[in-house]
């Protein structure tokens, strides 16, 4: 009746609040961790947006500070970029 | 101090998976220790194939009873997720006729243990995957039950199935140290603190040597870089791997939609545990890939890693005990294809660490063939 719509975390990979707060529950503590198992931060911002969320309840739940948890490793691209263009050297003109 | 009848070192596929298959059997207090998370090595970085497309019989044999377990595995291990198994199939290109003649004679044997693998002349393999380009392709085989396989989610359900069965997992432990009385392991020195134990399975991976060395042990083996890239998500439109050792390159696209693609490159590739990224891998993949499967360049990459391959002389394991060192085993060296035969690996490991009839020889895998000069020389190898 008074169903609450789900709120979603992790928007590239429509990863739900619930299912991290599950996750964390059970032991899975890190963002690593939290991100091999949902795919939370897999997508293309890369964790960006769904990152410090995700922080914020290991946080609360575990009862640790922000600051003394692991980080999840950033690695390149910065943004998407197309196998074509890096094909091409980094020139955008043969895109269709 | 606490006592346990075995400690596993390192908590990939291979460690978790031999905790289950040795706690299935009835063995009682096994502690898995691992220095990050679980998958947090060479397992959680691979590329996720599975194949039985090999040359040789043992090799055959491991990875066509690890896929039968793949297939059953969410059953059989209970899981409440899913280890996203695909069957897409790997096509194998071949170059050259001296490639050629070694894949009808792949096929050969391997038609003789019952994995039916198909040989295809150029235009049947872009049937296949309609976006191939066949320049210069002598032919390709392709077996359909050959796929893909969630490494997270296979390391997961052996995690929660050996759990189940009172397993001990201590992650974010480091083992600092084996202690060897009278040629027998006692001891194993964690930053959490000490375990008693008679036996300490060495299933570090990437790390295989220096645990290895802490009893006294230096194995023919080294760790070496190897790099990976996925793509957004997009349609399903390639359904199975597709690998040229020509190229030496491998790509797929996984269930979610996503493509991930990899490439061998022994050369230029740093040994030892450094795992970064580097830009020369992502002008080298998307300038062979996008020549190879060209509607692929209009793909974005999302995001390039790095993982160990923990390379033997032979690309084969080193499974089994070790001579002069009683209680300690080794599960090491999968040369880059550990994921797809942990399975039937761990059973072998479990069955021989228990002292059971092994269901597959393991000797010919046992550290000694180097110095025996019976080296397990496969010719299908990436």
């Not at chain 2, 908590?11 to 990050?36: F, H, N, P, W």
């Not at chain 2, 491991?62 to 297939?71: G, H, V």
Request: aromatic fraction near 6%; include cysteine; charged fraction near 20%.
């Amino acid at each position: 009746m008074n169903e609450k719509k789900p709120a979603i975390v992790c928007r590239c990979s429509d990863v739900t609040l619930e299912q991290i707060r599950d996750l964390i529950r059970k032991g899975y503590t890190s963002i690593d961790e939290i991100k091999r198992i949902t795919r939370a931060g897999m997508g293309p911002c890369q964790g960006k947006t769904c990152g410090p969320i995700i922080e914020r309840e290991i946080a609360q739940i575990t009862g640790s500070k922000i600051e003394s948890l692991a980080q999840h490793r950033q690695r390149g691209p910065i943004k998407g970029i197309k196998l074509g263009t890096l094909a091409a050297g980094g020139d955008h003109k043969h895109e269709e | 101090m606490k006592s346990k009848e075995a400690v596993i070192i390192g908590g990939g596929v291979i460690g978790c998976a031999i905790a289950y298959e040795l706690a299935k059997r009835g063995m009682s207090d096994i502690t898995v220790v691992e220095q990050s998370y679980l998958a947090s090595g060479a397992t959680g970085r691979c590329g996720a194939g599975v194949r039985q497309q090999w040359g040789l019989e043992s090799n055959i044999l491991l990875s066509k009873y690890s896929c039968q377990a793949l297939e059953q595995m969410n059953e059989a291990l209970d899981y409440d997720d899913d280890i996203e198994f695909k069957q897409g199939g790997y096509l194998l290109l071949a170059y050259g006729d001296q490639q050629w003649e070694q894949f009808l004679k792949n096929v050969e044997l391997q038609h003789k243990h019952g994995v039916m693998s198909e040989i295809k002349t150029p235009e049947q393999a872009k049937e296949i995957v309609p976006h191939l380009n066949i320049t210069g392709l002598k032919g390709a085989t392709f077996h359909q039950k050959d796929g893909h396989a969630n490494p997270f989610k296979v390391t997961d359900a052996y995690y929660q199935a050996a759990k189940r069965l009172g397993v001990e997992f201590l992650t974010f432990t480091e083992v600092k140290d084996i202690v060897i009385s009278a040629g027998k392991v006692t001891k194993v020195v964690t930053t959490k603190g000490d375990i008693a134990t008679k036996r300490v399975i060495n299933a570090a991976g990437g790390w295989s040597n220096i645990v290895a060395n802490m009893v006294g042990i230096d194995l023919p083996i080294h760790s070496e870089r190897h790099q990976i890239l996925v793509t957004e998500p997009v349609k399903p439109m390639q359904g199975p791997m597709v690998m040229s050792f020509h190229h030496s390159i491998y790509c797929q696209q996984t269930p979610h939609g996503s493509f991930i693609m990899g490439l061998g490159d022994p050369v230029n590739e740093p040994r030892g545990l450094n795992i970064d990224n580097t830009w020369q891998f992502m002008q080298e993949m998307s300038e062979i890939i996008t020549n190879l499967l060209p509607p692929l360049r209009n793909l974005r990459v999302v995001r390039q890693w790095a993982g160990l391959y923990n390379v033997t002389p032979d690309a084969a394991p080193i499974l089994g005990s070790v001579p002069g060192v009683e209680g300690f085993y080794l599960a090491v060296g999968f040369s880059g294809h550990g994921f797809m035969i942990a399975p039937m690996t761990a059973q072998l490991m479990a069955e021989h660490i228990l002292g059971i009839e092994t269901t597959l020889p393991i000797s010919i895998y046992d550290l000694e063939r180097y110095k025996r000069g019976e080296l397990i020389r496969e010719p299908n190898v990436v």
